[in-house]
């Protein structure tokens, strides 16, 4: 079995010629990508997309860092602020709907615990899911094998090690989920600040007309 076999089954493995050949790849076109005009929102979504394995119309600030570039699938409106880093030895996969603020960092990879084995070489990646419609805060660290469900918002600078269900709000070191996301959050934006009369009006204009219930889903309450 090739070690390119190997990586893609999440079994050990050791970076070789081979896979080396598509780190240059990515390299190539995150440099380019983070040395280009920032005001050149055109070009840097085509290098964006030519550097994703999927990841059309995808909106990323740079600088970015990857591995790979090609094991990230992004689904539509995608958008990736300054600074982010995804170690895509695994697969990265993030629905419709996924906002990243600065500093996210996502990490597939990871090198065995006891230092006889890590000595050899031999490293692993362990792909990681993000649902739909997930908020995900500045600096949070996201760790090999985590799934994130559908609906959710992690807090700034949480470090998630285990799963989140859909519709949470977690956050913390290790990241927990905090409550579930209710219908009531409809009705406000920052600490009990509630929406305005207008700004909500508006909302509901863009969400008739949009007729897309995924991206506008509604939370399903917990029955007592």
């Not at 230092?115 to 990646?125: D, F, I, L, Q, S």
């Not at 805060?137 to 559908?150: F, H, L, W």
């Not at 285990?162 to 990241?175: H, M, Y």
């Not at 959050?185 to 920052?190: L, S, T």
Request: aromatic share 8%; charged share 25%.
């Amino acid at each position: 079995m090739t070690n390119r076999e190997r990586m893609e089954k999440g079994m050990l493995y050791i970076a070789d010629e081979d896979l080396m050949e598509d780190q240059k790849r990515a390299r190539r076109l995150t440099q380019k990508l983070n040395t280009m005009d920032r005001s050149d929102f055109e070009g840097l979504q085509a290098v964006a997309e030519e550097l994703l394995g999927r990841g059309k119309g995808a909106v990323i600030n740079p600088p970015f860092y990857c591995d790979y570039g090609s094991r990230i699938e992004v689904g539509k409106n995608f958008f990736a602020n300054y600074n982010c880093t995804f170690l895509d030895v695994g697969r990265i996969t993030f629905g419709d709907n996924c906002f990243l603020a600065p500093g996210v960092s996502v990490y597939t990879a990871g090198h065995p615990l006891h230092p006889a084995v890590r000595n050899t070489g031999y490293e692993y990646g362990i792909d990681v899911t993000v649902g739909n419609n997930v908020w995900i805060g500045g600096n949070v660290i996201i760790c090999p094998g985590v799934r994130i469900g559908d609906n959710c918002v992690i807090g700034a600078g949480s470090v998630v090690t285990r799963d989140i269900p859909a519709w949470s709000l977690a956050a913390g070191n290790p990241c927990r989920v905090i409550r579930k996301i209710t219908e009531a959050d409809r009705d406000f934006y920052h600490k009990g600040i509630p929406v305005d009369a207008e700004a909500a009006a508006h909302m509901e204009r863009i969400r008739a007309e949009a007729d897309d219930p995924a991206s506008f889903p509604r939370a399903q309450e917990e029955r007592a």
